[in-house]
């Protein structure tokens, strides 16, 4: 990691961010992603928002979750979930299981399950007891990558070039259990080769650990995400952890240990998963929020939504292209170069009732700086076209 | 860690556990530490609840969650709460910030916490760019322990004996930056020698980190835990980490950075401190018994509270001698020796309607199982009597 590097590398970048008021807006909420700013009422939309489908918005999930806050008079059992817990955790894990046809366990946050599971699968526990070689693809999430000391203290630790097939073929020949570790969609654009992993899996008996909190809701049919929905259903090598909280509109994470009924699996991850043995749960809110989330992804209102979402994401492309154009994913990044450049135009965006994530290292390298945009389903075209015309005379302008 | 070896002690205790029905039991509230089982409507008093003061139950904190889902419309905002935030969430950490009188930030959970703190502080970040020493006491709670590797990554990392005051003492002398890591009420009963600690700090520079999960609340003024009620005011040479889901009553985890106002201790912890940089905040209904836990922490109400707690604990003490019998903590450890005799134990006080927690391997060694107990002030001295003389009774009958 080296802490101390990273700040004296970017914290002057987060001063000029926070400086140009682009960081740290307290907010109220307008709904469909418009907030209004407490500090001077400016209204506006927020263009690099993680709620894919404005599920965060919707009236049936709010209601689910303040009625079970009621309902249940507390907000948990206060007292570790492996011992004593709520019906409407059981409920939501349940909803969650069905869904993705899965063994589901529920945690506080996705970063949380990461903390959870891959000390686990590094153990062995998932591989007959033997410690896999754990390979990690370079790009993979924060939270991810945050766990290489832990995971070195139970397995060898690798990191590969991102996405390369041909280095991880190699590790499979060479070594007799590998474990790969990536994200299905990354949150910085791209997603993984699931087939070709899959091919890999088929060929090696390569384990997959995927990171699915920008697949699940997004992608495939109920909103299985990019993964689940190219396996069909999962098998006992593939393991995958996501938040409940972004695209799924509620509180959380999870993981998805194994095919539905896998027992033993469910007993070691809540006996020895770390946070998900001693830590918080998700709260009765978020628990509701769940539950109906899960049955607003088997209704057809989702297909609507995602639909919605694919026209969103093809306006965009049409009028701004980017690396990503025509991926199909929510998730574009407008290369800038510059870090200053970057938040002067994202400044500019803001003014004109747009918010963007400037993004800089350490999330990407150092010189590449640019805007993250995410799209939602509800956003409406006029806001897509306005913004996508803004955004090309504001890098024209500002070359 | 060494999962693997971890699980092959103990997976068969907590078969045994599951199979007595002491472990995943499904249940519903009653209020006041009452549940019902949803297999069979068995009614029974978690005697091993960490609500202290009975806030899970408090009908003012369940109200403001409800109320704060319904008036934000949503959970959260959707994206990173360093770039745009709900005013809730400022109020929330102001509350905090004023009834502790510390800079506080707030993450999903204590165990969030500890991943945001510990590296950070391990960098250097808070010690002048230099990275300390840094000395864990034995005992110190499992998300600390798990941290190690990482903190490993930035500093040197020792560990010492609980409560070994010459050891660290020792240390001081020898390195010229040195950071101790502890809890200030430990999860399974005593207390660090916080005056003593101070001593050092005052004496050598010694940086003091806290986990005060147990302590806020429970101990001192308004309920501002062990270390500050100790301190009197916070200083820059220490750090606490607290959870806000436990004595406090509400969801999530906080940490107090130092004095009221330490900004770029703020920013850095905002821009570097891991899952609080990348990961959930706690959601509005969190949010919300926050704010409503902080009024009531100010107000007459809680003292009263506190004292119905101590003449809880009292009364217990009288009943039943354990180790940490008079020291005013709400925790106490029921020694029994044998893993198996511990869950007979558990189970036959389960069936007359007292939950209690069987601890063993890996939360204390192997061969010392006991029960814990963790007192509440909303617990009625019936209860507690009869609980205490059917302890006293199976423990003899079962010798």
Known sequence: ??????????????????????????????????????????????????????????????????????????????????????????????????????????????????????PLVASGAFTGDVPPLMVFDKHAHFCLNAMKPSVADEAEVRTIAHNDLDALEELCRTHPNVAYVADGVYSTGGRAPVRELLRLQEKYGLFLFFDEAHGVSTCGDQGRGLVLDTMGEINDRTLIITSLNKGFGASGGAIFLGPRGSRHRRDLALRYGGPLTWSQRINTAGLGAITASAELHRSPELKELQLRLQQNIDRFDALVPTAQSGDGLPIRFIDIGSEEKTVRIGRALLSEGYYTSALFFPVIARGKAGLRIMLRADMTRTDIEHFGRLVNELRSRND
């Not at 990273?6 to 418009?34: E, K, P, Q, Y």
């Not at 690099?48 to 303040?66: E, F």
Request: hydrophobic residues 45%; negative net charge; charged residues 15%.
């Open 1 to 118: 990691m080296n802490i101390k590097k990273t700040i004296g590398i970017s914290n002057d970048f987060w001063n000029v961010t926070a400086a140009s008021g682009m960081a740290g807006i307290v907010a109220g909420n307008l709904g469909a992603g418009r907030y209004t700013t407490r500090a001077d009422g400016h209204e506006f939309l927020n263009m690099s928002s993680y709620s894919y489908l404005g599920l965060d918005s919707h009236p049936a999930l709010i209601r689910a979750a303040a009625d079970a806050v009621t309902e249940n008079a507390s907000l948990n059992t206060s007292v570790s979930r492996m011992r004593v817990h709520f019906g409407i955790l059981r409920d939501a894990e349940d909803a969650l299981s069905d869904l993705f046809r899965v063994e589901a366990v529920t945690l506080a946050s996705c970063a949380a399950a990461a903390w959870s599971a891959l």
